[in-house]
């Protein structure tokens, strides 16, 4: 599969392995991405104007893979049998994670969480899981309705 099928196509399934590369690639580009945010801040994410600039930064950078995210999560549920309707709750509890950050610090400028923090990161434990059982278990073995059985296209 090309990356540009990969990232970009909702069509048909995807096993385990270039799953899990496909959200370790991402997650780089999103750690890279922070990296070059924070060293415009050396005082780190606090409650300064700066701070609030790496947030909004840091919205643009999950807009930016909100496609690519959601196109892994589709091929991944479809290799299990699943439609993608979920796939859009996963993308959207992410997206609105990081637009509330961005607009409503999570933090106070001591580092302590607000407690709209803690009921934001519910959707945050919610993705997570959801990374976890749909990159653990096992596709559906053999042809399904949205395709070929990957392992068996690469064993061919």
Do not use: C
């Amino acid at each position: 599969m090309s990356l540009a099928a990969l990232f970009l196509s909702r069509e048909g399934r995807l096993s385990r392995k270039p799953f899990w590369l496909g959200v370790l690639a991402l997650f780089i580009l999103v750690a890279l991405a922070n990296v070059v945010a924070l060293m415009f801040d050396a005082r780190g994410v606090a409650a300064t104007p700066a701070a609030q600039w790496y947030r909004i930064g840091s919205f643009v950078v999950m807009l930016a893979i909100a496609w690519p995210s959601y196109a892994l999560i589709v091929k991944r549920m479809h290799d299990r049998g699943q439609d993608a309707r979920a796939g859009v709750v996963y993308s959207a509890l992410t997206l609105a994670l990081h637009a509330i950050d961005a607009i409503y610090p999570l933090e106070t400028p001591k580092g302590e969480l607000l407690w709209p923090g803690l009921v934001i990161g519910a959707p945050l434990i919610l993705v997570i899981l959801a990374l976890i059982i749909e990159g653990v278990r096992r596709g559906q073995a053999g042809a399904n309705a949205y395709g070929p059985d990957p392992l068996e296209s690469q064993s061919a």
